[in-house]
């Protein structure tokens, strides 16, 4: 987190939505100048929507705590900053760094988000996962990258998915989505195949190998999952 927040030196006001945590988020958050609120959470859509809206701008930067912003982005932020906007939120691409290596490839990269927009005319929607700000509005396009350190070690990537792919499978559900056995059977390899070849995975090397399979444990997993919530009800 204090990498994240040291990288905000461009911004007026920094907030921290805190839900509860018991490591040491809120200490290192007010160490780094952050106004931390504390509260309940209800979904990452919801509780980012509540930190834009408990903030003192209507231009809304917002970043996890596992991201960075990158010296090239924080330049043209800062461009942004020194004149009015032209738009009415801008995308940047994000860079993910896996197992100690850069991502180039496998679906990952450029991996565009908008980041930085207006809070009067864009909002966070996605009840479960996958979360995006939707905007009623012209979005620009950013060079500079947004850096996002994910997994260090394979046991927290294990982790990580099976909390993304429980929250998935809940959604399926509400939606009513089916999941038949071939369905079950047959969408991992076709992740694998499309992550590793059409999204030229396979130039990631070893890196790019194993994203590729846990793209087909992670499809394979939420379809085990919604089959499950669906045949339980």
């Known amino acids: 987190m204090a990498r994240a927040l040291l990288s905000l030196r461009c911004c007026d006001e920094i907030l921290v939505v805190d839900s509860g945590s018991q490591d040491r988020t809120v200490e290192i958050a007010e160490k780094n100048g952050a106004r931390v609120i504390t509260r309940e959470f209800q979904g990452y859509a919801d509780q980012k929507n509540f930190a834009a809206q408990s903030a003192q701008h ?4 917002a970043l996890d705590a596992d991201e960075e912003v990158s010296p090239a ?43 930085l927009y207006n809070r009067r005319k864009g909002r966070w929607a996605g009840d479960y996962v996958h979360e995006s700000v939707k905007v009623l509005g012209k979005v620009g396009q950013l060079r500079g990258e947004l850096l996002h350190y994910t997994c260090d070690d394979f046991a927290r990537h294990i982790q990580t998915l099976n909390r993304y792919t429980t929250l998935a499978a809940q ?9 038949g056995w071939s369905q079950l059977l047959l969408s991992p390899p076709w992740a694998f195949f499309r992550t590793f070849f059409l999204k030229l995975g ?24 919604a089959k499950s919530l669906k045949s339980a009800r």
């Not at 959604?171 to 999941?179: D, H």
């Not at 130039?203 to 379809?223: K, P």
């Open 171 to 179: 959604e399926m559900a509400v939606r009513g989505e089916r999941v």
């Open 202 to 225: 396979f130039l990631d090397g070893g890196h790019g190998f194993v994203i590729a399979t846990m793209a087909a444990f992670y499809v394979f997993s939420r379809n085990l999952k």
């Open 73 to 115: 982005l924080e330049e043209e932020l800062r461009a942004i900053k020194e004149r009015n906007p032209k738009f009415d939120a801008y995308s940047f691409p994000r860079r993910a760094r896996y197992l100690g290596r850069w991502v180039r490839h496998s679906g990952w990269y450029p991996d565009r988000k908008v980041r």
């Open 58 to 61: 209507d231009w809304i930067l």
